[in-house]
């Protein structure tokens, strides 16, 4: 949760999902444990030969229960801004996990990339590219591809995809994963949500000066 706080949409699509199936999902200890693949999850509550048409089935629910319920997190609109406005030619990514660095504003995430789409023009959120169905490491390949030398991530996947990649990995503690978490597993900056990013950023960008 880096520029969206999704629990609220994904508890709905979850319990929207239980009902058509008849399968019993905690959707609560499910919003718990965000930032991996949807089939993750899916592999708690059903078995191995129904988890790829049950997770098309729940992408296909998503956008009526889970797009309304879900806010923006505080300072998401003013993050994508700073790099947009402040950027050093470079990029910056950021995590719907995560957000990029380098001039544009991207958004690499986990999540199905039309369903992500949905979420970021509900709120107004405007980054110059979205990029979904990768996690962890796999977020390198679009780091590269884009060019971001910073990636603002919620979770300590995104700490590795940023590394893996070669950037900076800049982690907000308002996911799933805590701050020590964040620094324990190698985060080179810790905020404690993305309202301290700008005054971050800008001060990044007059040291590249």
Known sequence: MTLIDSRPGIKAAYAALAAETGTFIDADLAITRLGPPLEQELAHWFPD????????????????????????????????AAVQQYGPGGGAGAGASGVAVGGRAIVVTAKHEPNAKLHLEHLGIRPDAVIGWLWAEAKAEALHEYGASVYVGDHI??????????????????????????????????????????AWWRGYVADLA
């Open 49 to 80: 030969d129904q988890i790829q048409p049950v997770g098309d089935r729940y992408r296909e629910l998503y956008p009526a229960h889970a797009i309304g319920p879900t806010p923006a997190l505080p300072g998401a609109h003013e993050a994508i």
């Open 157 to 198: 996947g995104d700490v590795r995809g940023a590394h893996t990649a070669g950037a900076l990995a800049v982690a907000v503690a308002t996911g799933p994963c805590d701050a020590d978490e964040l620094r324990e597993a190698g985060a080179d900056v810790v905020l404690a949500d993305l309202t301290e990013f700008p």
